[in-house]
């Protein structure tokens, strides 16, 4: 069984502030990503990492793949009450007989103005 | 163009009762995966389809069954309802099935499911 650690699982900052979510697993995984949830809608992606070592930058939202290609983290820098929310990483396996995706507990965020 | 519909967003259901939710994924979306959310579990993943066959099983009993329609449509039954089934459910479509986890997914809104 594949399982990805998020941590920290509450997280409650001031606006302008920076923070770090972490992902970990002892399991490789094909790719891993990032989506953000509101309350009562589904998950959103917000990126796709593929590469060991790889880093992607979304505005202030920065993320990198682990080089060994089993854990993630998510920076943001200058945070904003707009960025509240729930935080997931999931890892996607391919399989011979298809995809599934493993997600961690979650981070949630709050962004007080 | 239309993101992925799930129906009903609310439904309430008594134990022993059995339900049936509806996914339409993205236009030219062939494969449709279903996860459950409980405050407790997480996100779990339940089956994937494609092509109208199911490809992928997670640890869930035989009660939870889905199926996959010729225009990619996908619908979940659970069967013999139990309180502990109360849940948010949710659709995922991705363009393809065996990208090797390359493409990301798009989620509906779920169906929010009370078992009284």
Not at chain 1, 3 to 9: A, G, M, N, R, T
Not at chain 2, 18 to 43: A, E, N
Request: glycine share 10%.
């Amino acid at each position: 069984t594949q399982l990805l650690e998020q941590s920290p699982q509450f997280l409650s900052i001031q606006e302008g502030e920076n923070l770090t979510v972490y992902c970990n697993s002892s399991s490789v995984f094909s790719s891993l990503q990032w989506y953000r949830q509101e309350p009562g809608e589904g998950p959103v992606l917000l990126v796709t990492v593929v590469t060991g070592g790889e880093v992607k930058k979304l505005k202030r939202l920065t993320f990198q793949f682990g080089d060994a290609r089993k854990d993630s983290s998510l920076h943001i820098t200058a945070a904003q009450p707009g960025d509240t929310g729930l935080y997931l990483c999931a890892g996607a396996v391919w399989e011979t007989s298809g995809s599934r995706l493993t997600f961690g507990e979650g981070t949630q965020l709050t962004v007080n103005p | 163009k239309a993101g992925v519909t799930q129906t009903p967003r609310y439904l309430i259901k008594t134990r022993g009762q059995q339900v049936t939710l509806s996914c339409s994924p993205i236009s030219g979306h062939r494969s449709v995966s279903w996860y459950q959310q409980t405050p407790g579990q997480g996100l779990q993943f339940l089956f994937e389809y494609f092509s109208e066959t199911q490809r992928n099983k997670g640890n869930f009993p035989g009660r939870f069954s889905g199926r996959q329609f010729s225009n990619s449509r996908s619908e979940m039954n659970v069967s013999t309802l139990e309180l502990g089934d109360s849940a948010l459910y949710l659709c995922a479509s991705s363009p393809v099935s065996r990208a090797k986890g390359n493409y990301g997914y798009t989620f509906g809104s779920g169906t929010r499911l009370t078992v009284v």
